[in-house]
């Protein structure tokens, strides 16, 4: 009698799997239909949108600029409003995609109840998370860019040397947008965002050489700045402004992609807790 064994049954998916592969991208577009759908809301409002955030930064660079600039004269060889536009840019950006990911992510996730809507197309929720991570980037490299471009157009930026700058806005963009995503799947209201505006951001804008070097602070602030995405974006942002070569450029690039990468990953984790439960 001829025995043939059945075929092995199919590994089985486990819940835990199930749970994680619900929260990871369906594939490597899909997110560009979130994005889309951010950016036909937002073109209705462009300007005033844009208006919202280059306003605080400019205020910045030309209330301290000129004002501060006056006492302080020069700072590492440039003018002190040059030092400052480089480090006013940054910072544009990681204001620019952390508001957006908390506050706009945050009202179409839990108030307006989109992502619960866009979550009965063939979207997964991880196309949801990566669409408004790419998005809130988005808007940080726009706002990024401006205060780049008004800086070159005074002769407080170098061209073309500035343009290498992109590519780490972007980044820059990421990582902020990233790392804000995972205080919106962890908020229970707006109210909450103030204490990451107050504990996390207002700190990081201090201590990450914006507005001085961070070669005037003490060694033990100085070692905790390192681990800020802000100080490695300005150590990029910076020399291409100024036209100077940047050092150590592998492990700023390296810190930016850490943060944008795990970022992504646990506010995804967050968000599939919180949307599934």
Do not use: C
């Not at 844009?50 to 605080?56: E, V």
């Not at 700045?225 to 100080?231: E, I, K, Q, R, T």
């Amino acid at each position: 009698m001829d025995v043939r064994p059945y075929p092995p049954p199919s590994t089985p998916v486990t819940p835990r799997e199930s749970r994680f592969a619900i929260a990871m991208p369906a594939n490597a577009t899909n997110w560009a239909a979130v994005w889309r759908r951010n950016y036909l809301v937002w073109r209705k409002l462009a300007l005033a949108s844009m208006f919202g955030n280059l306003a605080d930064p400019m205020i910045y660079l030309f209330g301290l600029g000129f004002g501060l600039g006056l006492m302080v004269g020069h700072v590492d060889g440039v003018s002190y409003i040059a030092f400052l536009a480089a480090g006013t840019t940054s910072s544009s950006v990681m204001m620019s995609a952390s508001f957006e990911s908390m506050y706009s992510g945050f009202s179409r996730m839990h108030v307006q109840r989109t992502w619960e809507a866009i979550m009965h197309t063939p979207l997964a929720l991880g196309d949801i998370v990566l669409g408004e991570t790419v998005w809130a980037a988005s808007k940080a490299m726009l706002s990024g860019v401006a205060i780049m471009l008004v800086a070159g157009l005074l002769g407080y930026a170098s061209f073309p040397s500035m343009l290498v700058a992109l590519p780490v806005i972007a980044l820059a963009g990421l990582a902020f947008a990233s790392a804000a995503m995972i205080v919106t799947a962890l908020a229970p209201s707006y109210d909450f965002f103030m204490f990451y505006q107050t504990l996390v951001l207002t700190p990081m804008l201090l201590l990450s050489g914006v507005f001085f070097p961070l070669t005037q602070l003490p060694e033990i602030a100085q070692r905790a700045a390192h681990v800020l995405p802000l100080s490695h974006a300005v150590e990029l942002i910076r020399p291409a402004m100024l036209g100077r070569p940047a050092t150590q450029v592998g492990t700023h690039v390296a810190v930016l992609a850490a943060y944008a990468v795990g970022g992504f990953l646990v506010s995804a984790w967050l968000f599939r807790r919180r949307m599934m439960r």
